[in-house]
Protein backbone atom coordinates (compact mmCIF):
# COMPACT_ATOMS: atom_id res chain seq x y z
CA UNK A 1 0.00 0.00 0.00
CA UNK A 2 3.09 2.20 1.13
CA UNK A 3 4.53 1.31 -2.21
CA UNK A 4 1.65 2.01 -4.21
CA UNK A 5 1.24 5.54 -2.74
CA UNK A 6 4.96 6.62 -3.33
CA UNK A 7 4.66 5.47 -6.79
CA UNK A 8 1.67 7.55 -7.17
CA UNK A 9 3.21 10.80 -5.93
CA UNK A 10 6.29 10.07 -7.80
CA UNK A 11 4.35 10.23 -10.54
CA UNK A 12 2.37 13.31 -9.51
CA UNK A 13 5.92 14.84 -9.13
CA UNK A 14 7.69 13.93 -12.35
CA UNK A 15 3.89 14.92 -14.36
CA UNK A 16 4.95 18.77 -12.57
CA UNK A 17 8.40 18.67 -13.39
CA UNK A 18 7.56 17.26 -17.17
CA UNK A 19 4.52 20.45 -16.80
CA UNK A 20 7.22 23.11 -15.53
CA UNK A 21 9.40 22.28 -18.26
CA UNK A 22 6.98 22.48 -20.91
CA UNK A 23 6.30 25.85 -19.71
CA UNK A 24 9.40 27.05 -19.14
CA UNK A 25 9.76 26.22 -22.93
CA UNK A 26 6.89 27.71 -24.20
CA UNK A 27 7.41 30.65 -22.58
CA UNK A 28 10.76 30.78 -24.79
CA UNK A 29 8.34 32.11 -27.72
CA UNK A 30 6.34 35.77 -27.84
CA UNK A 31 2.94 36.98 -28.36
CA UNK A 32 1.90 39.67 -30.67
CA UNK A 33 -1.53 41.32 -30.40
CA UNK A 34 -3.52 44.63 -31.18
CA UNK A 35 -6.81 46.00 -33.26
CA UNK A 36 -7.68 46.41 -36.73
CA UNK A 37 -10.17 49.17 -37.56
CA UNK A 38 -11.33 49.94 -40.58
CA UNK A 39 -13.10 53.31 -40.20
CA UNK A 40 -13.04 53.64 -36.65
CA UNK A 41 -14.93 50.14 -36.44
CA UNK A 42 -13.62 46.76 -35.37
CA UNK A 43 -12.43 44.56 -38.61
CA UNK A 44 -13.79 41.03 -38.02
CA UNK A 45 -12.33 38.30 -39.75
CA UNK A 46 -8.64 39.99 -40.92
CA UNK A 47 -5.93 37.68 -40.69
CA UNK A 48 -2.80 39.12 -39.63
CA UNK A 49 0.41 37.21 -40.46
CA UNK A 50 4.18 37.84 -38.76
CA UNK A 51 6.72 36.97 -41.52
CA UNK A 52 10.65 36.61 -40.51
CA UNK A 53 12.36 38.87 -42.38
CA UNK A 54 15.03 36.39 -42.24
CA UNK A 55 15.19 32.42 -41.62
CA UNK A 56 18.31 30.43 -41.32
CA UNK A 57 19.47 27.93 -42.96
CA UNK A 58 18.59 28.84 -46.32
CA UNK A 59 14.80 27.53 -45.42
CA UNK A 60 11.87 29.54 -46.73
CA UNK A 61 10.39 32.18 -43.84
CA UNK A 62 8.17 31.18 -41.38
CA UNK A 63 4.85 32.60 -40.91
CA UNK A 64 2.98 32.95 -38.26
CA UNK A 65 -0.72 34.30 -37.92
CA UNK A 66 -3.36 35.36 -35.84
CA UNK A 67 -7.73 36.63 -37.16
CA UNK A 68 -9.69 39.76 -35.90
CA UNK A 69 -12.79 38.44 -33.73
CA UNK A 70 -15.71 40.29 -32.86
CA UNK A 71 -13.96 43.54 -31.79
CA UNK A 72 -11.36 43.59 -33.84
CA UNK A 73 -8.44 42.00 -31.99
CA UNK A 74 -6.06 39.67 -32.86
CA UNK A 75 -3.36 37.32 -31.22
CA UNK A 76 -0.74 35.51 -32.72
CA UNK A 77 1.10 33.10 -30.34
CA UNK A 78 3.91 31.04 -30.14
CA UNK A 79 6.21 33.49 -32.35
CA UNK A 80 10.20 32.72 -31.47
CA UNK A 81 12.85 35.14 -30.96
CA UNK A 82 13.79 36.89 -34.74
CA UNK A 83 12.81 40.26 -36.52
CA UNK A 84 9.12 40.12 -38.42
CA UNK A 85 6.87 42.09 -41.01
CA UNK A 86 3.56 42.70 -39.00
CA UNK A 87 1.02 43.07 -41.69
CA UNK A 88 -2.80 42.25 -42.45
CA UNK A 89 -4.09 40.33 -45.34
CA UNK A 90 -7.27 42.02 -47.02
CA UNK A 91 -6.44 42.83 -50.33
CA UNK A 92 -8.63 45.41 -51.36
CA UNK A 93 -7.94 47.09 -47.98
CA UNK A 94 -4.94 49.48 -47.25
CA UNK A 95 -3.62 50.81 -44.07
CA UNK A 96 -4.50 54.57 -43.72
CA UNK A 97 -1.78 56.03 -42.04
CA UNK A 98 2.39 54.61 -41.37
CA UNK A 99 3.47 51.43 -43.68
CA UNK A 100 1.77 48.57 -44.78
CA UNK A 101 3.83 46.35 -43.09
CA UNK A 102 5.49 47.00 -39.45
CA UNK A 103 8.46 46.11 -38.42
CA UNK A 104 9.20 44.41 -35.16
CA UNK A 105 11.88 42.69 -33.42
CA UNK A 106 10.64 40.37 -31.03
CA UNK A 107 12.33 39.05 -27.52
CA UNK A 108 12.49 35.55 -26.40
CA UNK A 109 9.31 35.09 -24.05
CA UNK A 110 7.83 38.89 -25.04
CA UNK A 111 4.17 39.82 -25.08
CA UNK A 112 3.91 42.68 -27.44
CA UNK A 113 0.70 44.28 -27.50
CA UNK A 114 -0.87 47.55 -29.52
CA UNK A 115 0.36 46.59 -32.65
CA UNK A 116 -2.82 48.25 -34.23
CA UNK A 117 -3.60 48.62 -37.55
CA UNK A 118 -6.36 51.75 -39.13
CA UNK A 119 -7.51 50.78 -42.28
CA UNK A 120 -9.88 51.87 -45.14
CA UNK A 121 -10.88 50.98 -48.80
CA UNK A 122 -8.29 51.08 -50.78
CA UNK A 123 -8.63 52.66 -54.36
CA UNK A 124 -8.61 50.64 -57.84
CA UNK A 125 -7.49 51.62 -61.24
CA UNK A 126 -9.22 49.91 -64.54
CA UNK A 127 -8.44 49.70 -68.05
CA UNK A 128 -7.74 47.69 -71.18
CA UNK A 129 -4.90 46.99 -72.76
CA UNK A 130 -4.79 45.96 -76.53
CA UNK A 131 -2.18 45.52 -79.73
CA UNK A 132 -0.94 47.85 -82.72
CA UNK A 133 -4.29 46.00 -84.28
CA UNK A 134 -6.52 46.44 -81.84
CA UNK A 135 -7.04 43.18 -80.59
CA UNK A 136 -6.97 42.59 -76.54
CA UNK A 137 -3.72 41.30 -75.13
CA UNK A 138 -3.95 38.50 -72.61
CA UNK A 139 -2.35 37.69 -69.73
CA UNK A 140 0.35 41.32 -69.82
CA UNK A 141 1.49 42.01 -66.84
CA UNK A 142 0.44 45.54 -65.62
CA UNK A 143 2.67 47.55 -63.75
CA UNK A 144 0.85 50.17 -61.35
CA UNK A 145 3.61 52.05 -59.68
CA UNK A 146 3.31 55.17 -57.37
CA UNK A 147 5.12 58.31 -58.15
CA UNK A 148 7.38 58.01 -54.97
CA UNK A 149 7.67 54.83 -53.88
CA UNK A 150 8.97 54.09 -50.27
CA UNK A 151 10.37 51.14 -49.00
CA UNK A 152 7.63 49.20 -47.19
CA UNK A 153 5.21 49.97 -49.29
CA UNK A 154 4.65 46.01 -50.19
CA UNK A 155 4.97 45.04 -53.49
CA UNK A 156 1.52 43.66 -53.86
CA UNK A 157 0.12 47.18 -54.09
CA UNK A 158 2.01 48.05 -57.43
CA UNK A 159 2.63 45.09 -59.13
CA UNK A 160 0.85 42.17 -60.26
CA UNK A 161 -1.86 42.44 -61.83
CA UNK A 162 -2.58 41.20 -64.90
CA UNK A 163 -5.49 41.27 -68.42
CA UNK A 164 -8.25 38.96 -68.48
CA UNK A 165 -8.94 37.14 -71.86
CA UNK A 166 -11.03 40.93 -72.56
CA UNK A 167 -7.26 42.60 -71.94
CA UNK A 168 -9.07 44.25 -69.48
CA UNK A 169 -7.52 44.61 -66.21
CA UNK A 170 -7.87 45.92 -62.80
CA UNK A 171 -5.68 47.40 -60.14
CA UNK A 172 -7.66 47.63 -56.39
CA UNK A 173 -6.25 47.97 -53.44
CA UNK A 174 -4.28 51.26 -54.00
CA UNK A 175 -3.06 53.71 -51.33
CA UNK A 176 -4.13 57.12 -51.79
CA UNK A 177 -1.20 58.96 -53.94
CA UNK A 178 -0.16 59.24 -57.30
CA UNK A 179 0.55 56.55 -59.97
CA UNK A 180 2.06 55.52 -63.41
CA UNK A 181 0.64 52.91 -65.50
CA UNK A 182 2.47 50.95 -67.53
CA UNK A 183 2.77 47.63 -69.89
CA UNK A 184 6.06 45.83 -71.19
CA UNK A 185 9.67 45.28 -70.09
CA UNK A 186 12.11 48.42 -69.84
CA UNK A 187 14.80 45.98 -71.43
CA UNK A 188 14.31 43.60 -74.06
CA UNK A 189 14.22 40.56 -71.76
CA UNK A 190 15.84 37.29 -72.09
CA UNK A 191 15.97 34.32 -74.38
CA UNK A 192 12.91 31.79 -74.00
CA UNK A 193 11.39 34.18 -70.89
CA UNK A 194 8.39 34.99 -73.60
CA UNK A 195 7.22 34.38 -76.97
CA UNK A 196 6.15 38.24 -77.77
CA UNK A 197 8.21 40.90 -76.20
CA UNK A 198 6.67 44.57 -75.94
CA UNK A 199 8.45 47.65 -75.04
CA UNK A 200 7.88 49.73 -72.09
CA UNK A 201 4.65 51.62 -72.60
CA UNK A 202 2.94 54.16 -70.06
CA UNK A 203 -0.57 55.25 -69.85
CA UNK A 204 -1.82 57.12 -72.46
CA UNK A 205 0.20 55.10 -75.10
CA UNK A 206 3.40 56.41 -74.55
CA UNK A 207 7.00 54.89 -74.40
CA UNK A 208 8.72 57.72 -72.52
CA UNK A 209 7.99 58.43 -69.29
CA UNK A 210 8.21 62.23 -68.98
CA UNK A 211 4.91 61.87 -71.23
CA UNK A 212 3.11 59.21 -68.70
CA UNK A 213 -0.27 60.59 -67.65
CA UNK A 214 -0.11 60.66 -63.35
CA UNK A 215 -2.97 59.52 -61.96
CA UNK A 216 -4.20 60.90 -58.20
CA UNK A 217 -5.85 57.82 -56.79
CA UNK A 218 -8.15 58.31 -53.64
CA UNK A 219 -9.27 56.85 -51.21
CA UNK A 220 -12.51 54.00 -52.43
CA UNK A 221 -12.23 55.56 -56.07
CA UNK A 222 -11.83 54.20 -58.84
CA UNK A 223 -9.97 55.69 -62.38
CA UNK A 224 -11.72 54.05 -65.51
CA UNK A 225 -10.67 53.96 -68.99
CA UNK A 226 -6.83 53.72 -68.79
CA UNK A 227 -6.13 52.22 -72.09
CA UNK A 228 -2.63 51.69 -73.59
CA UNK A 229 -2.29 50.44 -77.28
CA UNK A 230 0.82 48.64 -77.26
CA UNK A 231 3.67 48.99 -80.47
CA UNK A 232 4.27 45.90 -82.15
CA UNK A 233 6.22 43.69 -80.28
CA UNK A 234 10.03 43.50 -80.23
CA UNK A 235 11.50 41.27 -83.14
CA UNK A 236 12.74 38.14 -81.82
CA UNK A 237 15.23 35.53 -83.55
CA UNK A 238 16.43 31.52 -82.91
CA UNK A 239 19.91 31.15 -81.65
CA UNK A 240 21.24 27.02 -82.20
CA UNK A 241 24.44 25.47 -82.95
CA UNK A 242 25.81 22.20 -81.16
CA UNK A 243 28.70 21.44 -78.34
CA UNK A 244 31.26 19.03 -79.52
CA UNK A 245 34.21 17.16 -77.93
CA UNK A 246 37.26 19.53 -79.02
CA UNK A 247 40.13 16.75 -79.68
CA UNK A 248 37.44 14.20 -81.62
CA UNK A 249 34.55 16.60 -82.84
CA UNK A 250 31.99 14.12 -81.48
CA UNK A 251 28.73 15.34 -80.05
CA UNK A 252 28.50 16.43 -76.18
CA UNK A 253 24.89 16.09 -74.75
CA UNK A 254 23.13 17.03 -71.54
CA UNK A 255 25.02 20.07 -71.47
CA UNK A 256 23.66 22.88 -69.37
CA UNK A 257 23.61 26.04 -70.87
CA UNK A 258 23.28 29.19 -69.37
CA UNK A 259 22.92 32.79 -71.62
CA UNK A 260 24.08 36.23 -70.05
CA UNK A 261 23.40 39.43 -71.62
CA UNK A 262 26.22 41.58 -71.97
CA UNK A 263 26.75 45.03 -71.58
CA UNK A 264 30.34 45.57 -72.57
CA UNK A 265 32.12 42.85 -70.86
CA UNK A 266 29.52 42.77 -67.88
CA UNK A 267 27.26 40.68 -67.51
CA UNK A 268 23.63 42.95 -66.60
CA UNK A 269 20.88 39.48 -66.65
CA UNK A 270 21.15 36.03 -67.21
CA UNK A 271 18.79 32.74 -67.82
CA UNK A 272 19.25 29.07 -67.90
CA UNK A 273 18.18 27.73 -71.18
CA UNK A 274 17.74 24.07 -72.61
CA UNK A 275 20.62 21.55 -72.53
CA UNK A 276 21.89 19.85 -75.78
CA UNK A 277 20.16 16.91 -77.02
CA UNK A 278 22.31 13.29 -78.05
CA UNK A 279 23.44 14.80 -81.49
CA UNK A 280 25.20 17.66 -79.23
CA UNK A 281 22.15 20.31 -80.75
CA UNK A 282 20.95 23.14 -78.91
CA UNK A 283 18.43 25.89 -79.79
CA UNK A 284 17.50 29.13 -77.73
CA UNK A 285 13.98 30.50 -78.69
CA UNK A 286 12.80 34.55 -78.52
CA UNK A 287 16.32 36.45 -78.42
CA UNK A 288 16.05 39.61 -78.46
CA UNK A 289 19.00 41.83 -80.47
CA UNK A 290 21.57 42.38 -78.06
CA UNK A 291 25.10 41.20 -77.14
CA UNK A 292 24.88 37.70 -75.48
CA UNK A 293 27.14 35.56 -73.91
CA UNK A 294 26.59 31.41 -73.75
CA UNK A 295 28.24 29.25 -71.30
CA UNK A 296 28.02 25.91 -71.61
CA UNK A 297 28.72 23.68 -68.05
CA UNK A 298 28.96 20.03 -67.43
CA UNK A 299 27.05 17.84 -64.93
CA UNK A 300 28.00 16.94 -61.93
CA UNK A 301 30.54 14.19 -62.48
CA UNK A 302 31.88 16.00 -65.78
CA UNK A 303 35.64 16.59 -66.49
CA UNK A 304 35.16 18.92 -69.56
CA UNK A 305 35.12 22.78 -69.51
CA UNK A 306 34.39 25.37 -72.06
CA UNK A 307 35.45 28.93 -72.75
CA UNK A 308 32.32 31.33 -73.39
CA UNK A 309 30.55 32.06 -76.94
CA UNK A 310 30.03 35.43 -77.49
CA UNK A 311 27.15 36.15 -79.65
CA UNK A 312 25.60 39.04 -81.61
CA UNK A 313 22.03 39.02 -82.27
CA UNK A 314 20.88 41.86 -85.00
CA UNK A 315 18.00 40.89 -87.31
CA UNK A 316 18.12 37.72 -88.11
CA UNK A 317 18.31 33.93 -86.49
CA UNK A 318 22.04 32.84 -85.22
CA UNK A 319 22.55 29.18 -86.66
CA UNK A 320 25.58 26.68 -87.29
CA UNK A 321 27.01 27.58 -83.39
CA UNK A 322 29.66 25.90 -82.18
CA UNK A 323 30.55 25.28 -78.62
CA UNK A 324 34.15 23.14 -78.38
CA UNK A 325 35.22 21.53 -74.76
CA UNK A 326 38.20 20.51 -73.35
CA UNK A 327 39.42 18.35 -70.69
CA UNK A 328 39.19 20.94 -67.27
CA UNK A 329 41.31 20.69 -64.38
CA UNK A 330 40.15 18.98 -60.74
CA UNK A 331 40.43 18.75 -57.34
CA UNK A 332 39.88 15.50 -55.73
CA UNK A 333 40.77 14.71 -51.56
CA UNK A 334 38.95 14.09 -47.97
CA UNK A 335 36.98 16.41 -46.10
CA UNK A 336 37.89 15.76 -41.85
CA UNK A 337 35.58 18.00 -39.99
CA UNK A 338 36.16 18.28 -36.52
CA UNK A 339 34.41 20.67 -33.85
CA UNK A 340 36.15 22.64 -30.87
CA UNK A 341 32.23 23.23 -29.05
CA UNK A 342 31.64 20.00 -27.88
CA UNK A 343 27.89 20.75 -27.38
CA UNK A 344 27.90 21.70 -31.32
CA UNK A 345 25.83 19.33 -33.50
CA UNK A 346 28.22 18.56 -36.07
CA UNK A 347 26.46 18.02 -39.46
CA UNK A 348 27.02 14.17 -41.18
CA UNK A 349 29.76 14.81 -43.59
CA UNK A 350 27.77 14.19 -46.41
CA UNK A 351 25.48 16.80 -45.55
CA UNK A 352 28.56 18.69 -46.92
CA UNK A 353 28.71 20.44 -50.20
CA UNK A 354 32.45 21.22 -50.86
CA UNK A 355 33.20 24.44 -53.72
CA UNK A 356 35.94 25.67 -55.42
CA UNK A 357 35.93 29.75 -56.27
CA UNK A 358 38.50 30.00 -58.78
CA UNK A 359 39.68 33.83 -60.05
CA UNK A 360 41.16 34.12 -63.16
CA UNK A 361 44.33 35.42 -63.96
CA UNK A 362 43.27 37.27 -67.34
CA UNK A 363 40.11 38.91 -66.81
CA UNK A 364 39.87 39.07 -63.19
CA UNK A 365 36.61 37.06 -63.19
CA UNK A 366 35.43 34.63 -60.48
CA UNK A 367 33.64 31.72 -61.31
CA UNK A 368 33.29 28.35 -58.98
CA UNK A 369 32.22 25.00 -59.14
CA UNK A 370 30.92 22.85 -56.23
CA UNK A 371 29.96 19.35 -55.29
CA UNK A 372 28.65 16.84 -52.37
CA UNK A 373 31.03 15.32 -49.86
CA UNK A 374 30.84 11.60 -49.87
CA UNK A 375 29.31 9.90 -46.58
CA UNK A 376 33.07 9.11 -46.09
CA UNK A 377 34.55 12.85 -46.81
CA UNK A 378 35.82 12.42 -50.01
CA UNK A 379 35.12 14.12 -52.56
CA UNK A 380 35.95 15.16 -56.50
CA UNK A 381 35.45 18.05 -58.21
CA UNK A 382 36.05 18.59 -62.33
CA UNK A 383 35.61 20.50 -65.14
CA UNK A 384 37.51 23.34 -63.28
CA UNK A 385 39.03 26.55 -65.24
CA UNK A 386 42.56 27.05 -63.92
CA UNK A 387 43.23 30.29 -62.10
CA UNK A 388 43.63 31.30 -58.16
CA UNK A 389 41.50 29.00 -56.19
CA UNK A 390 39.96 28.77 -53.01
CA UNK A 391 37.89 25.95 -51.36
CA UNK A 392 35.22 26.22 -48.87
CA UNK A 393 32.28 24.60 -47.38
CA UNK A 394 28.96 24.70 -46.61
CA UNK A 395 26.40 22.65 -45.10
CA UNK A 396 22.81 21.38 -47.10
CA UNK A 397 20.46 24.71 -47.48
CA UNK A 398 23.22 27.11 -45.67
CA UNK A 399 23.14 30.38 -47.22
CA UNK A 400 26.78 31.12 -46.05
CA UNK A 401 29.83 29.65 -45.55
CA UNK A 402 30.97 31.25 -41.76
CA UNK A 403 28.74 28.13 -40.49
CA UNK A 404 32.26 25.96 -41.57
CA UNK A 405 35.50 27.33 -41.71
CA UNK A 406 38.29 25.87 -43.87
CA UNK A 407 41.49 25.57 -41.07
CA UNK A 408 44.03 24.30 -43.72
CA UNK A 409 44.70 22.63 -46.44
CA UNK A 410 46.99 19.47 -47.28
CA UNK A 411 48.53 17.67 -50.27
CA UNK A 412 49.97 14.11 -49.90
CA UNK A 413 50.72 15.64 -46.36
CA UNK A 414 51.82 18.57 -47.41
CA UNK A 415 50.87 21.64 -46.05
CA UNK A 416 49.16 23.92 -48.68
CA UNK A 417 48.22 27.43 -48.65
CA UNK A 418 44.51 28.07 -48.09
CA UNK A 419 44.75 29.60 -51.73
CA UNK A 420 46.41 28.27 -54.48
CA UNK A 421 47.04 28.31 -58.09
CA UNK A 422 45.64 25.32 -60.35
CA UNK A 423 47.05 24.86 -63.61
CA UNK A 424 44.85 25.00 -66.43
CA UNK A 425 43.88 21.25 -66.97
CA UNK A 426 46.14 20.52 -63.89
CA UNK A 427 44.76 17.30 -61.86
CA UNK A 428 45.26 17.27 -58.28
CA UNK A 429 44.14 14.67 -55.98
CA UNK A 430 45.53 13.34 -52.36
CA UNK A 431 44.37 16.64 -50.92
CA UNK A 432 42.96 16.81 -47.59
CA UNK A 433 40.40 19.88 -46.08
CA UNK A 434 40.68 20.42 -42.09
CA UNK A 435 37.46 22.03 -41.39
CA UNK A 436 36.42 23.43 -38.30
CA UNK A 437 32.62 23.52 -37.20
CA UNK A 438 31.61 26.91 -36.16
CA UNK A 439 28.55 26.70 -33.71
CA UNK A 440 27.65 30.27 -32.86
CA UNK A 441 24.89 30.60 -30.62
CA UNK A 442 25.58 34.27 -29.59
CA UNK A 443 22.73 36.94 -29.61
CA UNK A 444 22.85 40.61 -29.00
CA UNK A 445 19.27 42.50 -28.35
CA UNK A 446 19.40 45.88 -28.78
CA UNK A 447 17.42 49.33 -27.84
CA UNK A 448 18.18 52.75 -29.63
CA UNK A 449 16.81 55.77 -27.93
CA UNK A 450 16.55 59.44 -28.40
CA UNK A 451 17.13 62.43 -25.91
CA UNK A 452 16.24 65.86 -26.34
CA UNK A 453 13.65 65.28 -29.26
CA UNK A 454 13.28 63.21 -31.93
CA UNK A 455 15.24 63.31 -35.72
CA UNK A 456 13.54 64.37 -38.38
CA UNK A 457 10.53 61.98 -39.84
CA UNK A 458 12.55 61.15 -43.56
CA UNK A 459 15.88 60.46 -41.06
CA UNK A 460 17.52 56.76 -41.62
CA UNK A 461 18.97 55.01 -38.45
CA UNK A 462 21.39 53.22 -38.98
CA UNK A 463 22.68 50.54 -36.44
CA UNK A 464 25.98 48.95 -37.11
CA UNK A 465 27.64 45.62 -35.54
CA UNK A 466 31.37 45.39 -35.69
CA UNK A 467 33.65 42.43 -34.30
CA UNK A 468 37.01 43.35 -32.73
CA UNK A 469 37.80 39.69 -32.10
CA UNK A 470 41.38 39.24 -33.91
CA UNK A 471 40.90 35.81 -34.74
CA UNK A 472 37.44 36.97 -36.32
CA UNK A 473 37.18 37.78 -39.69
CA UNK A 474 34.26 38.75 -40.76
CA UNK A 475 30.64 38.44 -38.41
CA UNK A 476 29.09 35.08 -40.05
CA UNK A 477 26.26 35.55 -42.66
CA UNK A 478 24.20 33.44 -40.72
CA UNK A 479 23.41 36.66 -38.40
CA UNK A 480 21.43 38.29 -40.78
CA UNK A 481 23.32 41.39 -41.91
CA UNK A 482 26.35 43.68 -40.30
CA UNK A 483 23.23 46.09 -40.12
CA UNK A 484 20.15 45.31 -38.07
CA UNK A 485 16.78 46.84 -38.91
CA UNK A 486 15.08 48.81 -36.01
CA UNK A 487 11.57 48.05 -35.35
CA UNK A 488 8.46 50.34 -34.68
CA UNK A 489 9.75 50.76 -30.93
CA UNK A 490 13.55 51.02 -31.99
CA UNK A 491 14.56 47.70 -31.23
CA UNK A 492 16.91 45.27 -33.00
CA UNK A 493 18.72 41.65 -32.53
CA UNK A 494 21.31 40.26 -34.06
CA UNK A 495 21.59 36.71 -33.92
CA UNK A 496 23.67 33.65 -34.92
CA UNK A 497 27.00 35.13 -33.47
CA UNK A 498 30.11 33.85 -32.43
CA UNK A 499 31.29 34.53 -29.13
CA UNK A 500 33.47 37.35 -28.37
CA UNK A 501 33.50 41.16 -28.50
CA UNK A 502 32.16 43.51 -30.80
CA UNK A 503 31.05 47.29 -30.90
CA UNK A 504 27.80 48.44 -31.89
CA UNK A 505 27.35 52.01 -32.93
CA UNK A 506 24.28 54.04 -34.38
CA UNK A 507 24.12 57.20 -36.34
CA UNK A 508 21.35 59.19 -37.65
CA UNK A 509 21.46 60.41 -41.05
CA UNK A 510 18.53 63.08 -41.67
CA UNK A 511 18.89 66.35 -44.33
CA UNK A 512 21.56 68.18 -45.32
CA UNK A 513 21.60 69.61 -41.54
CA UNK A 514 21.18 66.51 -39.56
CA UNK A 515 23.03 63.83 -38.90
CA UNK A 516 23.79 62.65 -35.01
CA UNK A 517 26.64 60.62 -34.26
CA UNK A 518 25.20 58.21 -31.46
CA UNK A 519 27.53 56.56 -28.44
CA UNK A 520 29.93 54.27 -29.37
CA UNK A 521 29.60 50.68 -27.35
CA UNK A 522 31.53 47.61 -26.63
CA UNK A 523 29.64 44.07 -25.37
CA UNK A 524 30.88 41.06 -25.43
CA UNK A 525 29.20 38.39 -26.29
CA UNK A 526 28.97 34.53 -25.17
CA UNK A 527 27.37 31.43 -26.44
CA UNK A 528 23.51 30.57 -25.54
CA UNK A 529 23.04 34.09 -24.05
CA UNK A 530 21.26 37.22 -25.15
CA UNK A 531 23.66 40.63 -24.69
CA UNK A 532 21.57 43.46 -23.93
CA UNK A 533 22.47 46.95 -25.31
CA UNK A 534 20.84 50.30 -24.77
CA UNK A 535 21.98 53.23 -27.38
CA UNK A 536 20.85 56.67 -26.54
CA UNK A 537 21.31 59.21 -28.88
CA UNK A 538 21.45 63.15 -27.86
CA UNK A 539 19.39 65.02 -30.77
CA UNK A 540 21.16 68.05 -31.74
CA UNK A 541 21.63 69.61 -35.57
Not at 154 to 171: I, K, L, W
Not at 378 to 385: E, I
Amino acid sequence: MVSSTLQAFACILLLLVLASFTAAQKNQTASISGKVRIKDKPAVGIVVTAVETYSSGGTQSTRYRGTTDAEGNYRIEDVPANTYYIYPIAPALVVSNGETQQLLTVAAGETIRDVDFSMVQGGVITGKITGADGQPLIEQTVNVVPLNFQAGYGPSNFTGFHTDDRGVYRAFGLREGKYRVSVGASNPGLPGQARQIYKQTFYPSVTDPAKATVLEVTEGGEIRNVDIELEPPIPTFRVSGRVVDGETGQPVSDVHLAVLRMNGSISVSSVSATGSNRNGEFIIENAAPGHYSIQAAPSDKGDWRAEPLVVDVVDRDVTELEIKTKRGASLSGVVVLQSYDEKAVVPKLDQLQIFALIQHPATQLSSGRGGRVGPDGSFRLGGLVGGHTQLMLSRDNSIGFREIDVVSVERDGVPQPKEFDLRDGEQISGIRVLAKYNNFRGTIQGQVKFEGGEPPAASQIMVLVNSLSQNASTLPFNSGALSPQLDLRGRFIVQGLEAGSYEVSVTVFGTDQYRFEGPKQQVTVTNNAVTEVTLTVKVKP
